[in-house]
């Protein structure tokens, strides 16, 4: 049955083309996903595929059950753009200002719905129950994951499978690995509060700027010299904020970054010693600080028999040319809200476009749409490896 299904989803690989840059076309960012769940419902009501909407916000759930016994598995795509400008000429570059899908959730959604399709076909044959996770809000904390897993509609999941289509690697290949695969991931914005005024009396003020960058410096510190080096993790200030003119010395810088780790006690450590710094150097310069740290995702930490059934599935792909553990990743999914509860893993699929080598969240991102059969075949052949062990 694996080969008929892995031959139909070739079949249906134009229809996966199609819906993919139909949705780049008209991307939604996170938590405003109306139209996209809207147009994910009506593929399901034409497959007659059972569906609810709405869940934990803009998230759509289809179930497919088997005529066999088996186990109930979910298997997630995505579906939220980024605030960004498509900068590609191309066909299917987005109509709406502002947003872009810059990610490869347009390619996840059409995966899905596609392998939804084909697998309606063999419904007589299925073990198990299929749970079609269509999440809203990956992008932006909190996420829709963690809304989804408070509704209750995957209290019967038994395990979960989710793909993300990953430029950096190449087309043919897939990657991830037992435990920590992705970061953890806070965000904070320090407020710098001094003393403006002239810039020939610097004297007489106390400059923010001057106050801030000393903090810009000091914090990196942290990750050489207080974190153990076994530790992975970073802190990156990515928006510096002060200033009005030349000859004006500012009273106040913002500063926004972003912390990634891989165990909590480190992200603990990290913001107590955040906290000691900024406070030790305004006290120093006589200025006041505001400190606000807010943790988002935690680590992507996967299950391991459930790696172990993802390479499984790979080695039948002949597609496939290579499935790899991959390095621990420093960016963040909220998918490891899932994984919190439900046994399951995370994996890459190789979609590198040649010749075209933006990575994700760049204006003129792209990815290889070949690898789209090749994530059906991954998500499906992982849930057919639950089975069969079960």
Not at 10 to 25: A, G, K, P, S, T
Not at 205 to 220: L, N, Y
Request: proline share 5%; hydrophobic share 40%.
């Amino acid at each position: 049955m694996l080969q008929r299904i892995y031959d139909m989803i070739e079949q249906n690989y134009d229809e996966m083309v199609d819906i993919r840059r139909f949705l780049h076309q008209y991307p939604e960012v996170s938590f405003h996903e109306y139209k996209t769940a809207e147009y994910i419902a009506n593929y399901y009501e034409k497959l007659q595929i059972p569906y609810e909407t709405n869940i934990g916000g803009n998230g759509v759930i289809a179930t497919l059950k088997g005529k066999k016994p088996g186990k109930t598995i979910a298997l997630r795509a995505d579906f939220d753009a980024l605030p960004i400008d498509d900068q590609k000429e191309v066909a299917y570059k987005s109509k709406i200002k502002g947003a872009m899908h810059a990610c490869g959730h347009d390619g996840h959604t059409a995966t899905l719905l596609v392998l939804a399709k084909v697998m309606k076909q063999f419904q007589d044959e299925l073990h198990g129950t299929i749970v079609f996770l269509h999440q809203h809000a990956e992008e932006i904390p909190p996420g829709g994951a963690i809304s989804i897993l408070e509704s209750g509609a995957l209290d019967e999941v038994d395990a979960i499978f989710g793909n993300h289509l990953w430029v950096p690697t190449p087309l043919g290949e897939v990657t991830t690995k037992p435990g920590p695969f992705m970061a953890g991931v806070a965000s904070f914005t320090i407020t710098v509060k001094g003393k403006g005024g002239h810039g020939g009396y610097p004297h007489e003020t106390k400059d923010a700027i001057v106050i801030a960058s000393e903090i810009t410096t000091q914090i990196q510190n942290i990750i050489s010299r207080k974190i153990s080096p076994f530790a992975t993790s970073v802190i990156t200030i990515g928006k510096f904020e002060a200033g009005t003119s030349f000859n004006v010395i500012a009273d106040e810088a913002k500063l926004t970054g972003t912390v990634r780790y891989f165990d909590h006690q480190v992200d603990k450590q990290i913001k107590e010693k955040m906290e000691q710094v900024i406070k030790g150097i305004c006290i120093a310069n006589d200025a006041t600080c505001e400190f606000v740290y807010e943790d988002g995702y935690p680590p992507v930490v996967n299950h391991e028999e459930e790696v172990d059934m993802v390479f499984q599935a790979a080695e039948k792909i002949p597609e496939v040319q290579a499935a790899t553990i991959s390095e621990a990743q420093m960016a963040g999914e909220d998918f490891a809200h899932y994984l919190e509860k439900i046994p399951g893993a995370f994996f890459f699929t190789g979609a590198n476009k040649e010749g075209h080598d933006y990575p994700h969240h760049h204006p003129m991102f792209d990815f290889n749409e070949k690898a789209m059969p090749i994530a059906a075949k991954m998500l499906i052949g992982a849930y057919m490896e639950y089975q069969s062990s079960k």
